[in-house]
């Protein structure tokens, strides 16, 4: 039970959502048979959304582990979730690979990826391996729209008419596929905590604070960075990969710049380096992009804009990061008003 202690609120958390499609159902008169069946309803609709947000966060908590944990400033870390998508989809489709190798295949291209982000790592730091990873990047983004890839890529349009195996169909078998990517999205977690509460996870926080320093006690601080590098990657292809079993088409702008700043802002909006506060910052961004667009059209992009900026201003550690700073004093506030509320009731 005392081991169990610190994971009561994560426990409780995984209890809900996984009796959230059932409740949604009930609330909205489906019956569970229903639900069990695949039937049409909000639940499913919710499980769908549920799906992306799962997706997302852990894409964005792989971004933390490098960002906010190991202090490495990368520009090119959409190119790791899309490298996931882009090989699920093209040995799914066009070289006919069953889900087994292909899940191997990506885990190996996740690797590959680190690999090659390291060798740079090893090189230069700073804004100067930001603008390098941004090139890589770039680099990937031309190639999957470029004319001669189309056949496989689908260029501009994106890839499309990928083969599912049955029991993963995100239309039949959407339930499954909701609690498949809800261990998922926990297990990356837990091992995420693990590694920042690890031997190795400290020296990844102590280069991030001050490298040289980390350097003169006689750690290697670029191997430690390549272990966090390596598990960034790895998480990030595999959310590709479920992005490309889930959605009908695999979309270009997901190995753009634009999807890195995403991820980025997920990140911010949660707290850097919370872990837990990135996946709160992605079901926040999921959640105003899909509601803003279908309330307020197309003034949805400047209400969005306006609460990251509000974020920003009185949130400074996002909303993990400021709450874990100020609790203490919250809590001593509101303890402060319920005392004098019951003076003066009393």
């Known amino acids: 039970m005392t081991r169990l202690r610190p994971h009561i609120?994560?426990?409780?958390?995984?209890?809900?959502?996984?009796?959230?499609?059932?409740?949604?159902?009930?609330?909205?008169?489906q019956s569970p048979a229903s639900m069990l069946a695949g039937e049409a309803g909000r639940s499913k609709f919710i499980q769908g959304l549920m799906i992306e947000i799962?997706?997302?966060a852990i894409y964005a908590v792989s971004y933390d582990l490098i960002l906010g944990v190991a202090g490495i400033l990368s520009f090119g870390h959409a190119m790791f979730f899309a490298v996931g998508a882009y090989a699920t989809g093209i040995l799914l489709k066009s070289a006919g690979w069953s889900l087994g190798p292909t899940l191997i295949a990506v885990v190996g291209l996740g690797l590959a990826q680190a690999i090659l982000f390291g060798v740079v790592l090893a090189r230069v730091s700073g804004i100067t391996f930001a603008l390098v990873t941004l090139g890589l990047a770039y680099v990937?983004?031309?190639?999957?729209?470029?004319?001669?890839?189309?056949?496989?890529?689908?260029?501009?349009?994106g890839l499309q008419g990928i083969p599912r195996p049955d029991f993963l169909n995100p239309s039949?078998?959407?339930?499954?596929?909701?609690?498949?990517?809800?261990?998922?999205?926990?297990?990356?977690?837990?091992?995420?905590?693990?590694?920042?509460d690890s031997p190795t996870g400290r020296v990844c926080i102590a280069a991030r604070e001050n490298e040289e320093r980390a350097r003169m006690l006689g750690f290697n601080t670029i191997l430690f960075k390549f272990v966090a590098l390596t598990m960034a990657s790895i998480s990030a292809a595999l959310a590709g990969m479920a992005?490309?079993?889930?959605?009908?088409?695999?979309?270009?702008?997901?190995?753009?710049?634009?999807?890195t700043v995403e991820g980025l802002l997920m990140v911010l909006m949660g707290g850097i380096g919370a872990l837990s506060g990135p996946m709160l910052g992605a079901a926040l961004f999921k959640f105003m992009d899909f509601y803003f667009n279908k309330w307020f059209g197309e003034s949805a992009s400047f209400m969005v804009g306006a609460i990251y900026v509000l974020i920003v201003l009185f949130l400074?550690?996002?909303?993990?990061?400021t709450w874990r700073m100020r609790r203490r004093d919250m809590l001593a506030g509101w303890e402060e008003l319920l005392e004098r509320w019951r003076k003066m009731m009393g």
């Open 316 to 321: 400074p550690y996002g909303l993990v990061g």
């Open 9 to 29: 609120s994560l426990l409780l958390l995984l209890l809900i959502l996984a009796l959230l499609p059932f409740l949604v159902g009930l609330l909205d008169g």
């Open 243 to 259: 992005y490309a079993l889930f959605q009908p088409i695999v979309s270009p702008e997901v190995a753009g710049l634009g999807f």
């Open 140 to 157: 990937f983004d031309i190639l999957i729209k470029t004319r001669e890839l189309g056949e496989y890529t689908g260029g501009d349009v």
């Open 172 to 196: 039949d078998e959407r339930l499954r596929f909701y609690y498949l990517m809800l261990v998922f999205a926990a297990l990356v977690y837990l091992l995420y905590r693990r590694f920042v």
């Open 54 to 56: 799962f997706i997302l």
